[in-house]
């Protein structure tokens, strides 16, 4: 089972999965998986971290500086190692338990970043997986990963937190 939820850029996503994240913590619910939390102030993003839904630990993933070697997503630098600790965060998850996905973009249309891992987890029909993505990449996004009627829920669906936990915990 996969829901998916999508809004524009900088609309709120990840600040509605932190928030559903600490009300599930809360109720001592199991879930894991990967935020990308965005470093910076909301007009100047220099880049974006890595949160570990798990641990709380947090790692550096894109900067809008790096070596010229560095592999390139729009403005942003790759940091080497990234994606591959992203990548085992969400492997790592029970297979019970829910997987969180912030998000899925252009590195992942392309079977980069982390589609590799993203691929084997939504290769399970019955896994509870959550996956962020932006509007303007949904309906590619979902053709390229073969979704065929995921549940969609728009950020901006006042039932958004209730709706994403009925369809990962229902």
């Given at each position: 089972?996969?829901?998916?939820?999508?809004?524009?850029?900088?609309?709120?996503?990840?600040?509605?999965?932190?928030?559903?994240?600490?009300?599930?913590k809360?109720?001592?619910?199991?879930f894991?998986g990967?935020?990308?939390?965005?470093?910076?102030?909301?007009?100047?993003?220099?880049?974006?971290?890595?949160?570990?839904?798990?641990?709380?630990?947090?790692?550096?993933?894109?900067?809008?500086?790096?070596?010229?070697?560095?592999e390139?997503?729009g403005?942003?630098?790759?940091?080497?190692?990234?994606?591959a600790?992203a990548?085992?965060?969400?492997?790592?998850?029970?297979?019970?338990?829910?997987?969180?996905?912030?998000?899925?973009?252009?590195?992942?249309?392309?079977?980069?970043?982390?589609?590799?891992?993203?691929?084997?987890?939504?290769?399970?029909?019955?896994?509870?997986?959550?996956?962020?993505?932006r509007?303007?990449?949904?309906?590619?996004?979902?053709?390229?990963?073969?979704?065929?009627?995921?549940?969609?829920?728009?950020?901006d669906?006042?039932?958004?937190?209730v709706?994403?936990?009925?369809?990962?915990?229902?």
């Amino acid at each position: 089972m996969t829901v998916i939820l999508t809004g524009p850029r900088r609309s709120g996503k990840t600040t509605l999965l932190r928030d559903v994240a600490t009300s599930w913590k809360r109720r001592g619910m199991s879930f894991g998986g990967i935020l990308s939390l965005a470093v910076g102030s909301p007009e100047d993003v220099s880049g974006y971290d890595i949160y570990n839904l798990e641990t709380g630990e947090v790692f550096p993933f894109l900067r809008r500086e790096g070596h010229q070697e560095w592999e390139k997503t729009g403005r942003f630098a790759v940091l080497p190692g990234a994606v591959a600790a992203a990548s085992e965060i969400m492997l790592r998850v029970s297979p019970d338990n829910p997987v969180i996905i912030d998000e899925a973009g252009p590195l992942e249309l392309q079977g980069r970043g982390w589609w590799p891992a993203a691929a084997r987890l939504l290769s399970t029909p019955s896994r509870p997986i959550l996956l962020v993505v932006r509007d303007g990449f949904l309906e590619r996004f979902c053709t390229f990963a073969g979704l065929e009627r995921p549940d969609v829920v728009s950020v901006d669906d006042p039932c958004a937190a209730v709706k994403i936990e009925g369809g990962l915990f229902g």
